[in-house]
């Protein structure tokens, strides 16, 4: 399994960005997407999530209203569109995969622990 995240970079204050996150070696539409992000001495922290279905979807509070994801399954790939961007968003950011088959199309989880594949993460750097 590999998931390959892009799209990072440095990007000023209210600026937009686009994270990719393509999946190979699984089967992607089992899988519900989460993002995650983790800034220089700090925990890693849930971003997004969207279900296997696509149709739900999750945000951290510092994120809602600014950040959306979305998924193409025919290109077993999820997108973390961030804009309004701050300094604070400044992080490595990471795409995982979740397995939800059996948990009901709609779910999703915004506890990293509960993940089971990873992305080696991409950073996106926001200037002030």
């Avoid at 994270?19 to 993002?35: D, E, H, K, N």
């Avoid at 779910?107 to 993940?115: I, P, T």
Wanted: charged share 20%; net charge positive; aromatic share 14%.
């Amino acid at each position: 399994v590999q998931l390959q995240a892009s799209g990072g970079g440095l990007v000023q204050a209210g600026g937009s960005l686009r994270l990719s996150c393509a999946a190979s070696g699984l089967t992607f539409s089992r899988y519900a997407m989460g993002w995650f992000r983790q800034a220089p001495g700090k925990e890693r922290e849930f971003v997004a999530a969207i279900s296997r279905s696509g149709r739900k979807k999750g945000f951290a509070d510092s994120v809602t209203g600014r950040f959306t994801t979305s998924r193409d399954d025919a290109k077993n790939t999820v997108y973390l569109q961030m804009s309004s961007l701050k300094p604070e968003d400044t992080a490595v950011y990471y795409c995982a995969a979740d397995f939800t088959y059996y948990s009901g199309s709609g779910s999703y989880s915004d506890n990293w622990r509960e993940y089971d594949y990873w992305g080696q993460g991409t950073l996106v750097t926001v200037s002030s």
